[in-house]
């Protein structure tokens, strides 16, 4: 019986790490990706090149004017304060640098 309980609860916590793992990719505008030309990953490694240092905190795939029109947007934490990378998404390119305010949208 204890046996069975052991598998029960090692399979439960099997199904809560995966799940937290695909969640972590996960991303708002993730229904865009399809059109993109430039990986979430590459463009992680491009925002965390122009911020060397800096942590991601929240990212996203959007339409937005500027280049091709579909950029990942990065939040990043910096030891100076938070800051925005822009990424187009068709072309790799760095469309935004940006120290955030207070006010940030």
């Known amino acids: 019986m204890k046996f069975k309980q052991s598998i029960v609860i090692a399979s439960a916590a099997v199904a809560a790490i995966a799940a937290a793992a695909t969640a972590a990719q996960a991303y708002d505008g993730q229904q865009y990706a399809?059109?993109?030309t430039?990986?979430?990953e590459q463009a992680r490694q491009t925002a965390l090149k122009t911020v060397?240092?800096?942590t991601i905190t929240d990212?996203?795939?959007e339409h937005e004017k500027g280049g091709s029109g579909l950029r990942?947007?990065?939040d990043l934490k910096t030891g100076q304060g938070e800051r925005?990378?822009?990424v187009d998404a068709m072309t790799g390119k760095v469309l935004e640098d940006s120290v955030e305010g207070p006010n940030k949208d």
């Open 84 to 86: 925005e990378v822009g």
């Open 52 to 54: 060397p240092g800096a």
């Open 59 to 61: 990212q996203e795939l």
């Open 34 to 36: 399809k059109h993109a």
């Open 38 to 40: 430039i990986t979430l």
């Open 72 to 74: 990942y947007s990065f």
